[in-house]
């Protein structure tokens, strides 16, 4: 007897996406550093589907002599996931939301950044893979919880 699943991915939507970069800049410079932030949020809505919004704050910039480093490429990407989800899931909504979820989804997002740095005419930047389970647990991704 086959297990049904608890949570179906839907469909998954690009809310935001905003990128910048100088006219002019050495982007192989060894001292050239990248830093990504991700938020996830998550509502639950009639008690059967579950939106998950993962966003994706990313710079890199390098340091200057004397002075903090600079912020020479910028991008925020904002995505939203829909899930079904059956009465009394196991996992629970919560755990779901914080690290399946987000898992399911990371990888259109990292597909979005290096599309969009490779139009920019720069090398293609590829995020490594994020274990979210483990940040979910250590409680190393920022969460918050939308009402609906």
């Known amino acids: 007897m086959a297990v049904k699943p608890s949570f179906r991915f839907a469909e998954i939507y690009l809310l935001e996406s905003n990128f910048k970069r100088p006219a002019s800049s050495d982007f192989n410079d060894p001292d050239f550093k990248s830093n990504a932030n991700i938020l996830v ?3 639950i809505i009639e008690n059967k589907t579950l939106q998950v919004t993962v966003t994706l704050d990313f710079s890199a910039g390098k340091s200057r002599p004397g002075k903090s ?5 910028t991008a925020k990407i904002k995505m ?5 989800c059956e009465p009394d899931p196991v996992p629970s909504v919560e755990q779901f939301a914080k690290a399946n979820g987000p898992a399911i989804m990371f990888p259109f997002l990292r597909e979005h950044l290096a599309s969009i740095t490779l139009k920019a005419g720069i090398s293609q930047i590829l995020l490594p893979a994020v274990n979210f389970i483990r940040l979910s647990q250590d409680n190393k991704v920022k969460n918050k919880v ?3």
């Open 146 to 148: 939308a009402s609906s």
């Open 80 to 84: 939203m996931g829909v899930f079904f």
């Open 41 to 43: 949020e998550h509502q």
């Open 69 to 73: 480093r600079t912020k020479e490429i």
